[in-house]
């Protein structure tokens, strides 16, 4: 059912979307029209990196679809409520009580992912920062951030991040410190 509500609403999505045909010569414009040109006139690159605690952060390259305040709303309360409306039905089946703990507790668990995820990814690569293999994300995939992608080398768990790397400060080798830096100390000639 959700599945069937999110299909009808990416319809709605694409169909709604302005679509603005170049002025080609001569080619009518009915031709660029359709789904696929509507969602990729939607879709935008947005600057991105690869975090995990201890590791140089890595670029990243994400382009997604923003989704609608609307459109997470209605989706978050149609997966609440159509979770909900399972639970008499599962209910019947024995043990009782926790299939319909299970789908109470998932309607909300859909429910709260439905309305945090802020963009639908269209494509994405990026790298482990420990191990430097590259991180998967299938597009389609509700992405809020930050969004925890699993490394499958390492299994380490890094996150998406919005924005450019950020900066470091990089602690520079060539200035000694210390009474044990053996920097030759200039003088001032004594006149
Ligand atoms: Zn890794």
Redesign the pocket.
Same mark, same amino acid.
């Given at each position: 059912m959700v599945q069937q509500f999110a299909q009808q609403t990416d319809d709605v999505h694409a169909r709604s979307e302005p679509t603005s045909p170049r002025a080609t010569a001569g080619g009518p414009p009915a031709e660029n029209g359709g789904n696929g040109a509507g969602r990729r006139e939607s879709t935008r690159r947005l600057p991105s990196h690869i975090e995990l605690f201890g590791f140089a952060s890595t670029p990243a390259r994400l382009e997604v679809v923003q989704r609608s305040r609307l459109e997470r709303r209605v989706r978050a309360v149609l997966a609440l409520l159509g979770c909900w409306a399972l639970i008499p039905v599962v209910g019947i089946i024995p043990p009782h009580i926790e299939w319909a703990a299970t789908a109470f507790i998932g309607g909300i668990f859909l429910a709260r992912r439905y309305w945090r995820a802020e963009f639908v990814a269209v494509s994405f690569e990026g790298a +482990?920062?420990? +191990?430097? *293999?590259p991180?998967a994300m299938k597009p389609g995939t509700l992405v809020s951030v930050p969004h925890t992608i699993t +490394?499958?080398? +390492?299994? *380490?768990e890094?996150w998406l991040e919005l924005g450019d790397v950020p900066r470091k400060t990089v602690r520079s080798a060539a200035q000694p410190s210390g009474p044990t830096g053996a920097a030759p100390v200039s003088r001032r000639p004594i006149p």
């Open positions: +482990c920062p420990r +191990c430097a *293999s991180l +490394c499958y080398e +390492c299994h *380490s890094p």
